[in-house]
């Protein structure tokens, strides 16, 4: 995936192989600073996370990548083309997919139809055949992607609620139909803003074991918010940590626990050690 | 869930094709299809005047399904619906005038109001809500203002003309004919509008009015469905309005103002935001409801009820003043409208005696 690129400008060149690259990305609310020049990069196939106090700019940074927020500064590359300025509903079409952090569902459509709306880009029909029904090919189109819809129905074990309206079902399971909807694109990348919060162990665990499966069995590239420690370190392949809008550290995941300005910073830890090295710093300034 | 309990057991589809039909069961399919045969036998034992009441509810039923795909599926307001149906009217009268042949007029006048819809459609790319509701209002004005001073299109204060619908040279007008007409265009009208919502472009009205932001993530572009719901919602009102001008053999700006967009907006909530079925049933509320008020007044003509409250004279208020009160109670309570009643009556046989 994305070997071949030759085109590719300089300053990329050395991540050819990434999936997405955001470079040096800056996003300013008039006075307040959401994003301060974040780099990262993530490779095909990769479970990445992105972990931080809450406002550390998670969100932000996945609404960069997903196109809701336009950056003031810096470069978001997806397969080597820059997207930056890309309409979030062309994002779709040249594969990303999301789900939200609070419940986005459409809630008066049947759990069936917003999975169908997550094909919106693949299907052709429009309001003309789409009228016309049986005359046209709409109808043998919507069948053969009710067809695609069905297998994400049955990998996410929601055939019992398909015609359910979704606005009825309990929220583990609304969360479940958000994944199914955003799975439905075929994306190749994903991005996952918190697909654990407010569930219990259970239905983490049932979560944890979507996602990694839909990683390896699906080989989708998945990037995910999360605030269950415990899922992060045992799922990702690499972890970003950010606070207060800049980017602590970058690195697998025992090595990122591990390290001290994150214990400090996220886990609220006061570690002697660094207060040490603060402490000989200060003296030689 | 509502669907599947309402499903008789034993009912097991077994390809998506089955399961993807317009209507639950076999029996309702036949049902529906019986109505229509029955409703093509009216006019041989139906009176002239309940024929012109089918037909009223006709033309304005597909207007109102208009005003219900853009306010109920799609999830913008428009309060300038009437001056759409005027200019379908008026479109179809004028081009018939020029030679155009009346039902082709009647689907180009469709088309014609459609252009117009979206360009006054084209706030709702940008604004929502009750700005939107202010911009729809300015269309109703404009265009109020325009068809009395237009008078190359409308004929002015005077009105036009419209010809009489023929069809290969049968003469289609009076109501035991034109009947026929009207009920053709509801049945494909209907019809479409329900294939539209099982297929991509209906889906995608939906989900904007659910959730705009994820609809957006999922691909669908804003803009462009916002707008194409006034389209469509234009489209569905010019054909009413080129039905109606035909129908009566005369178009007047008369009648177009601001209550007649807010009685198809009493329609669609009397009938179900977001219902097909409930825009006809609301339609037939708000056509027999004025009706029934005549009756009602007819038989209390005499008694002290009708003494004290002049009813013969005070009769069209009245009529007025229910219109009103019927649009209050149901937002009251069943806001959800006719169709969500007629849903749990339904569930209510099915499942009786065991309501729970």
Redesign the interface.
Known sequence: MGLSTTSVVPQAAADVRALLSVENISLRFGGLKALTDVSFHVKPGELFSIIGPNGAGKTSMLNCI?G?YTPSEGIVRFEGENITKV???????IGI??T?QNL???????VL?NI???R??L?????FN????WIGG??KE??EH??KV?EVIDFLDIQHVR???AG?LSYGLRKRVELA?AVA?EPKLILLDEPMAGMNLEEKEDMARYIVDLNEEWGMTIIMIEHDMGVVMDISHRVMVLDFGKKLVEGEPAAVLADPHVRKAYLGEEDPLLEDEQALTALSA | MAIDTMRPCGDYRTSYKADQTIFATRLTLLFCIGAVVLLCFAPFFMSRYALSLLIQIGYLGIAALGLNILVGFSGQISIGHAVFFGFGGFASAYLADKGVPVPLAIVLAGLWTTVVGLIFGLPAARVKGLYLAIATLAAQFILQDFFVRAEWFTGGTHGAIAAPFTLFGYDLSGDDKYFYVVLFFVVIMYLGATNLMRTRDGRALIAVRDHYLSAEMMGVNLAKYRTMAFGISSFYAGIGGALYAHYVGFMSVEGLDILFSIQFLGMIIIGGLGSIMGTLMGTIFMVLLPEATGWVAGALSGSVIDQVLHLKDGISYLREMLIGAAIILFLMFEPDGLAHRWRQIKAYWKLYPFSF
């Open positions: 997903s809701r309409k979030p509903n062309r994002r779709a079409a997919g999301r939200f986005a569902l459409f809630s008066h459509m049947s139809d169908m709306v997550g919106h880009h299907l052709k029909n429009n309001l789409g009228a016309l029904y709409a109808q919507e069948l009710r067809r069905e015609k359910a309206t009825t909807r694109l």
